[in-house]
């Protein structure tokens, strides 16, 4: 079955340690993205690419990174320099212009 | 440049009653616009979705949308609520010359009561 899938489900970290969120898609999708999300609020962009080796920061990019070295896998890291990382984060691909295939998130939890 | 606007960040009816999910945009080009759903700590989930061609939508589980140019409007309706439809629903829009980045409202929460 095609689908994007995020692992892991739920993660818990120490404060000062770099997490790294994996994504991964087998819908031969072009263009990639994470969104954070907090209660209450909508989505947030994070970082977005539209090819490989390629990427752009969204509205919220400061204490993230990502890497595009592969067109199927787009992973996150939040690293420690993000002030508030605790919150859902979701993972999306398209192709360009149409609709979004999300991930099921993931859950970081830093303490 | 493109943006959503969702009026109304909580909505509630009753059950069998009219579900109407409010969302304008703009857009400085033909917009593609979007309606998904979102469970409690789950992705989202396309309902439906308006490229060109007919202005009135069909989507998953009984909802439409309607495509108004004159009034950059595309809300969401359903014509009787199901308690399982309680969810928070976002609006987004793309331009398909923005590489495809959609642009999407802040959601609405919908309620359905017994």
């Known amino acids: 079955d095609g689908g994007i899938t995020q692992s892991p489900k739920y993660l818990f970290r120490k404060e000062g340690q770099n997490v790294t969120l994996s994504c991964e898609q087998n819908?031969?999708?072009?263009?990639m993205y994470w969104y954070r999300q907090d209660p209450g609020q909508g989505l947030r962009l994070i970082y977005y690419?539209?090819?490989?080796?390629?990427?752009q920061k969204g509205d919220i990019a400061e204490g993230y990174s990502v890497s595009r070295e592969k067109k199927e896998s787009f992973p996150l890291t939040v690293t420690s320099a993000q002030k508030n990382p605790t919150a859902f984060y979701l993972c999306?691909?398209?192709?360009?212009?149409?609709?979004?295939?999300f991930g099921p998130g993931t859950r970081l939890t830093v303490t | 440049a493109q943006s959503v606007t969702q009026l109304g960040s909580h909505v509630s009816v009753s059950e069998g009653a009219l579900v109407l999910l409010r969302c304008n945009y703009s857009?400085?080009?033909?917009?593609?616009l979007f309606w998904y759903v979102q469970y409690p700590n789950q992705g989202l989930q396309l309902l439906l979705k308006?490229?060109?061609?007919?202005?009135l939508v069909k989507g998953i589980n009984g909802f439409e949308a309607e495509f108004k140019k004159s009034e950059t409007s595309f809300h969401l309706t359903k014509p009787s609520a199901h308690m399982s439809d309680a969810a928070e629903y976002f609006c987004?829009?793309?331009?398909?010359?923005?590489?495809?980045?959609?642009?999407f409202g802040d959601g609405t929460t919908l309620t359905v009561k017994p």
């Open positions: 857009s400085s080009v033909p917009p593609y």
């Open positions: 690419s539209q090819i490989v080796n390629d990427f």
């Open positions: 308006y490229t060109t061609g007919a202005t």
């Open positions: 999306a691909s398209s192709m360009l212009g149409d609709e979004q295939y």
């Open positions: 987004a829009v793309s331009g398909n010359t923005n590489a495809g980045k959609s642009t």
């Open positions: 819908l031969n999708h072009d263009a």
